[in-house]
């Protein structure tokens, strides 16, 4: 936590001489956005060290996958708080290099999620090569800007992945077609992570996670209060433990999404479902399909300053022989509070009701969390 | 008349072709979904970074989104590395410089800062 702080202090020293935005041609710009967040478990289904992962103790909740951000009893500031900083060089008219710093209080180092170029080859067309997120989901680009969504972080049920940027390349093409915006991305490459967070909620700590072979596309439409994204990618896995190489398999995983998001100015819906499907290609359960659908649905209310926001969504995991590995599924429901302190700034508070059927994993726990978000 | 006041003049250089806009086109420019003007120009677009109360207006008149909304939005594409937001200008007195000075350039000012011959008026957001 320490060792966070001060992190967090060195990033945000960097950002205050940055302040001012640099009108510039050639030129930086420095921006960045923070979270704050703070929370607790305040009852659930299982008690003491989780069998999981026994240096977690229950009543716990993982809030974060990617960076096993996970709440137990104690009130705690580490799983989801970061602060981000970026920096975009405008280089000549079409070339632009962007790099993002991201400090989390789940590590101690911070970390450099994207480096890239940009190159603008049109008005309409540009083309990315270097470090970047992986645009999976509707959140997943965004997925750390707390200002930019109604929750206090979007749903874990779609958006916990045991790798979430890719060093590769993309291009992008936006686009207007009478009153609708056009938006489509295709994008290629691969990732490595060296003890992979994620494998935490396994109680393994020195999984090397290798994605290779990367290969997605997206399409997003808006018109006036409807926007509709579509997203499918596919990737070749590895697991790698080294601490016990029989824990290590590799998959073939596809991915699909489909978004609907209403925005009627006061009321608002945001809502999405998707599925991924992972084929052991080798290891203890080899010759085994994961497939795991989710869904998330939520309705808001803006009054001034003032967002309240109601969402459900479940996840499955579908084994295809339950005698080999079980199925299991979770649920979870939450209201949030938001309130806007300033264009740039907000608080929030939520709190969630995340039930298992037959207590499968982490168990039922109620969750209540805090947050100030300011992006900048 | 104060600026918080006054209407809000959308304005553009004097050699620019382009002679109006619609709140609409405006909105395409400021929100990023359009580089360039009709005339297939790159639009150098500038924002007011220290008046809110100019730059809510001014939102709100041509895409009825609050600045919240506005910030959430921007927040989205800037951080996905997408478009980068128009640059900020600190008030009505830079804007107006900026603008005569730069051919392609679109910024909005209160009009009780007076439009003169320097600028041209493309769209006049009434209070």
Known sequence: ?376 | MSPAQADIAVIVHPANPVQSLTARQVAELYLGRVRTFETSQYAVIVDQGHDDRVRERFFKGISGMSLGQVTAYWARLKFTGQVQPPQALPGDASVLEFVRNTPSAIGYISQANAVDARVKTVLVLKK
């Open chain 1, 1 to 376: 936590m320490m060792q966070f702080k001060s992190t967090v202090v060195r990033l945000l020293w960097l950002a205050a001489f940055a302040a001012q935005p640099v009108l510039a041609e050639p030129g930086v710009e420095i921006s960045g956005f923070l979270s704050v967040v703070g929370g607790k478990v305040t009852s659930g289904s299982i008690q003491g060290p989780w069998p999981s992962n026994p240096e977690v103790t229950c009543p716990c909740y993982i809030a974060d996958y990617a960076n096993f951000g996970t709440y137990g009893p104690d009130f705690s500031l580490s799983p989801e708080s970061r602060v981000g900083l970026q920096a975009v060089a405008t280089l000549t008219d079409q070339l632009s290099a962007t790099a993002q710093l991201t400090a989390r209080g789940t590590e101690n180092t911070p970390q450099l999620q994207w480096a890239y170029l940009t190159y603008a080859l049109s008005p309409n067309w540009n083309f990315q090569a270097g470090r970047q997120r992986i645009p999976l989901y509707f959140y997943s680009s965004f997925q750390d800007v707390g200002m930019a969504y109604p929750w206090i972080s979007p749903p874990p049920e779609l958006y916990g992945w045991e790798a979430t940027n890719y060093n590769g390349a993309s291009v992008r093409n936006r686009t207007t077609l009478g009153e609708t915006y056009v938006t489509a991305s295709a994008f290629a490459g691969s990732e490595r992570v060296t003890d992979n967070r994620f494998q935490l909620a396994y109680g393994q700590k020195h999984v090397h996670v290798q994605w290779d072979n990367i290969i997605g596309a997206d399409v997003e439409l808006t018109r006036g209060w409807l926007t509709l994204r579509a997203v499918a990618m596919r990737a070749d896995t590895s697991f790698v433990d080294r601490d016990d190489a029989a824990n290590d398999y590799s998959e073939d995983l596809t991915a699909y999404g489909l978004s609907a998001n209403m925005d009627f100015n006061e009321w608002f819906i945001l809502s999405e479902v998707a599925t991924n499907r992972r084929l052991q290609k080798s290891g203890s359960t080899a010759g085994i399909t994961y497939t795991s659908p989710a869904v998330s649905v939520g309705v808001g209310r803006r009054m001034g300053a003032w967002t309240a926001f109601l969402n459900v969504a479940r996840y499955q995991s579908i084994t295809s022989n339950e005698s080999v590995a079980a199925s299991f599924e979770f649920q979870r429901s939450s209201l949030t509070v938001k309130y806007e302190l300033s264009p740039g700034s907000a608080i929030k508070a939520q709190i969630d009701h995340y039930r298992e059927p037959g207590d499968a994993y982490a168990g039922t726990a109620n969750v209540v969390r805090i947050s100030y978000d300011r992006a900048f």
